[in-house]
């Protein structure tokens, strides 16, 4: 789960969602899984898509310099964007990296903080970015399966990251994993969570180059995607209800201090800076 690519179907936030964070990550593992798996084995690097919503840097089956580098200017820009917003520095202890993919961000964020937790849904995305984070030197990084990150003691990170994340997770499960991830957050800790947001949740189309390239379709004279079999986990996008995102961060003993514009080709997306009381 990463950018460039890959959610399910939207529920409305006042459905019945899990209580436990076990339960929680073994509904994300046993709905997308399966999806990730099979993108993984087919294409790790993924297409990563500009600010235009136009094909930056074209998928392939090796992590080229052109796809890392997008990751080292995305975290390079966001830090310094949230010293901006926080007029101080953050602390620089320990970082979780949700949804990690082939360590795209895992990297940087490894070479910025002491230890980092990188946790994927998909075995095989996770063999990439440790092979990545191993070709790097670097050894600061644990890697961990969605049920493995309930271990993980409450109250731990310093910053905890998830970008091109959420809007491929069922929402009813999304906004439980919100209030989870921010309970992992310790004191004055901060996060960055990626989401696309309005006024009510909605099941919005994926129109990224290379699920065309996948599907071999094209949108239809309405504006949809047409097809014989629902569209996998990375194919969907969803999207939140601010307001059930707002209270699920007051929930949680956080409060939002800043948003920033992340545009997925016509699709507004917004980066949320969280900070824990």
Same mark, same amino acid.
């Given at each position: 789960?990463?950018?460039?690519?890959?959610?399910?179907?939207?529920?409305?936030?006042?459905?019945?969602?899990?209580?436990?964070?076990?339960?929680?990550? *073994?509904?994300?593992?046993?709905r997308?899984?399966?999806d990730?798996?099979?993108?993984?084995?087919?294409?790790?690097? &993924?297409?990563?898509?500009?600010?235009?919503?136009?094909?930056?840097?074209?998928?392939?089956?090796i992590?080229?310099?052109?796809?890392?580098?997008?990751?080292?200017?995305?975290?390079?820009?966001?830090?310094?964007a949230?010293?901006?917003?926080?007029?101080?520095? /953050?602390?620089m202890?320990?970082?979780?990296d949700f949804g990690?993919?082939?360590?795209?961000?895992?990297?940087?964020?490894?070479?910025? &903080?002491?230890?980092?937790?990188?946790?994927?849904?998909?075995p095989? /995305?996770?063999?990439?970015?440790?092979?990545?984070?191993? +070709?790097?030197?670097?050894?600061n990084?644990?890697?961990?399966?969605?049920?493995?990150?309930?271990?993980?003691?409450? *109250?731990h990170?310093d910053?905890?990251?998830?970008?091109?994340?959420?809007?491929?997770?069922?929402?009813?499960?999304?906004?439980?994993?919100?209030?989870?991830?921010?309970d992992?957050?310790?004191?004055?800790?901060?996060?960055?969570?990626?989401?696309t947001?309005?006024?009510?949740?909605? +099941?919005?189309?994926?129109?990224?180059?290379?699920?065309? *390239?996948?599907?071999?379709?094209?949108?239809?004279?309405?504006?949809?995607?047409?097809?014989?079999?629902p569209?996998?986990s990375?194919?969907? /996008? +969803?999207?939140?209800?601010?307001?059930?995102?707002?209270?699920?961060i007051e929930?949680?003993?956080a409060?939002?201090?800043?948003?920033?514009?992340?545009?997925?080709?016509?699709?507004?997306?917004?980066?949320?800076?969280?900070?824990?009381?």
């Open positions: 789960m990463e950018r460039g690519g890959s959610g399910a179907t939207c529920v409305s936030g006042a459905d019945a969602a899990p209580s436990s964070l076990t339960s929680i990550l *073994r509904d994300v593992k046993d997308h899984a399966e990730w798996e099979e993108l993984a084995r087919r294409e790790p690097y &993924f297409a990563v898509l500009t600010s235009e919503g136009s094909p930056g840097v074209e998928g392939s089956q992590a080229t310099a052109a796809f890392l580098d997008t990751g080292e200017e995305d975290i390079a820009s966001l830090l310094s949230i010293t901006s917003l926080l007029g101080r520095d /953050m602390a202890g320990s970082a979780l990690c993919g082939a360590g795209r961000l895992t990297l940087p964020l490894a070479r910025r &903080f002491t230890t980092v937790v990188a946790c994927d849904v998909a095989t /995305m996770l063999k990439h970015a440790r092979q990545n984070i191993e +070709n790097a030197g670097l050894r990084v644990t890697f961990l399966g969605p049920g493995l990150l309930a271990e993980q003691p409450p *109250r990170f910053f905890v990251c998830s970008l091109l994340v959420f809007q491929y997770i069922r929402p009813a499960t999304g906004y439980e994993i919100i209030e989870t991830l921010l992992l957050l310790a004191p004055g800790g901060v996060a960055a969570l990626q989401f947001l309005g006024p009510r949740g909605r +099941n919005l189309r994926r129109l990224a180059c290379w699920t065309r *390239r996948r599907w071999g379709m094209a949108p239809d004279a309405r504006g949809a995607i047409p097809h014989e079999k569209l996998p990375y194919a969907q /996008m +969803n999207e939140y209800e601010e307001r059930v995102v707002h209270r699920r929930a949680a003993g409060r939002p201090v800043g948003r920033f514009a992340a545009n997925q080709g016509d699709t507004p997306g917004t980066v949320l800076i969280i900070q824990k009381a």
